[in-house]
């Protein structure tokens, strides 16, 4: 059963520290995308990546977040320095990305607290 | 600027009865997906819809497409305790690039 996997699940920090969140897609999926949740702004695209590229990042704020994919495998968003506005979840999701989408994969999301 | 509204944003209905969930968007898409989101979970796919005029049914839910109205419904037939969740309506952009709704919190009531 194919699953997109997000570490870690819960993130407790102060004000100021670098968080980094990690996502392994579903093997074989092209398209990675990063999403934050909060009671207020709903669902926020933040980033995706299509074969690895970053495709957009306008959702980010560009002079804290950061997002890479170091391999298929493997896509990371961090956060430095993190402030508690910064307090979500952020999901990561995957899909097929050849025209039109079938859907994306959502993982369990990373609960973030920045006191 | 691209708007992705959902009403109602929270529905309260018995067990038994049925009611129709809105998604209006604001330009042109033919792609539009649902998914159900339980409290504190992560979200889950429920329909993709691809083309004008689709329509999808699973269980008691039933989605469908009007591409030129720009409106896709979810429809709930004699609704359960286990439906209670948000629903979220999803629009595919250019590039794949997904805007979603601000989702709808259905509470089943005994």
């Known amino acids: 059963d194919a699953r997109v996997t997000q570490t870690p699940r819960d993130k407790v920090t102060e004000m100021g520290q670098e968080v980094t969140m990690r996502c392994q897609p579903i093997?074989?999926?092209?398209?990675v995308f990063w999403y934050r949740q909060t009671m207020m702004q709903g669902l926020e695209l933040l980033a995706y990546?299509?074969?690895?590229?970053?495709?957009?990042d306008s959702g980010m704020p560009k002079d804290r977040f950061s997002a890479e994919m170091p391999d298929a495998t493997l896509a990371t968003l961090k956060i430095q320095p993190s402030e508690p506005r910064d307090s979500a979840v952020y999901f990561c999701?995957?899909?097929?990305?050849?025209?039109?989408?079938?859907?994306?994969?959502f993982g369990p999301g990373t609960r973030l607290l920045v006191l | 600027e691209l708007k992705v509204e959902q009403n109602p944003l929270f529905l309260s209905m018995q067990e038994g009865k049925n009611y129709t969930i809105y998604c209006n968007y604001s330009?042109?898409?033919?792609?539009l997906y649902w998914y159900r989101q339980d409290p504190g979970k992560s979200l889950e796919s429920l329909f993709v819809?691809?083309?004008?005029?689709a329509v999808k049914q699973e269980g008691r839910l039933m989605a469908s497409l009007d591409t030129k109205a720009r409106l896709s419904t979810l429809h709930i037939t004699a609704a359960v305790h286990d439906l209670s969740a948000t629903y979220f309506c999803?629009?595919?952009?250019?590039?794949?690039?997904?805007?979603f709704g601000t989702g709808t919190s259905l509470t089943v009531i005994p």
């Open positions: 330009t042109t898409s033919d792609r």
């Open positions: 990546f299509r074969n690895r590229a970053p495709l957009d």
């Open positions: 999803a629009v595919d952009m250019v590039g794949n690039q997904f805007y």
């Open positions: 093997l074989g999926h092209n398209t």
């Open positions: 819809l691809l083309s004008n005029g």
């Open positions: 999701a995957s899909g097929l990305g050849t025209g039109a989408m079938e859907t994306q994969y």
